[in-house]
């Protein structure tokens, strides 16, 4: 367990609201853009189902907070790909937890630039549960599955690196 992840839960407890809540405690600078985690990933245009579910599982007052944090963002097209049916089921209100446990597995609370990241890297998430980062040449892979396809997107509280596919926490 990390620094942040070990301070979180000292403070707040192991759960995922106290997991979240962390997100006002962790200290640190942002990125050079004026616009936070949340602002920017909508005004890029390709996480528009990321933005919707992150309202719906009421997590857009966190991803605004001070931070730092390393969001993997699937894109539009990386939520498409999943089972048809699958977006829709997540954003029901009674299915709320299960989608904050599903995105907080895609942040980690602290900033990451791609070049931060390395080969055998294993970074844990705010769900609690680790992503592993592998290289193939350029290529960066996170849980083998989801390739990187646009790093070091900045905001004011950390850093986007959008990515293929959705990472499903265990």
Do not use: C
């Not at 301070?7 to 962390?22: C, K, Y």
């Not at 390393?70 to 939520?79: E, G, L, N, R």
């Amino acid at each position: 367990m990390n620094a942040y992840a070990r301070t979180a839960t000292r403070w707040f407890g192991t759960g995922l609201a106290g997991l979240m809540l962390s997100g006002a405690v962790l200290a640190g600078s942002g990125g050079d853009s004026e616009r936070d985690i949340v602002d920017t990933a909508a005004s890029v245009g390709e996480f528009n189902t990321l933005v919707a579910a992150v309202k719906a599982a009421d997590l857009v007052d966190t991803l605004k907070g001070e931070g730092p944090f390393t969001v993997f963002a699937p894109t539009d097209d990386a939520f498409d790909a999943l089972p048809e049916g699958t977006v829709e089921d997540l954003l029901k209100p009674e299915n709320k937890e299960q989608l904050q446990k599903l995105l907080t597995y895609h942040v980690v609370p602290e900033e990451m630039m791609a070049s931060d990241l390395s080969d055998g890297d294993s970074v844990t998430t705010v769900e609690g549960g680790d992503l592993s980062i592998s290289m193939e040449g350029e290529t960066v892979m996170i849980n083998d599955n989801a390739k990187v396809v646009q790093a070091d997107v900045e905001a004011s509280n950390g850093v986007i690196h959008a990515v293929d596919a959705v990472l499903m926490p265990e």
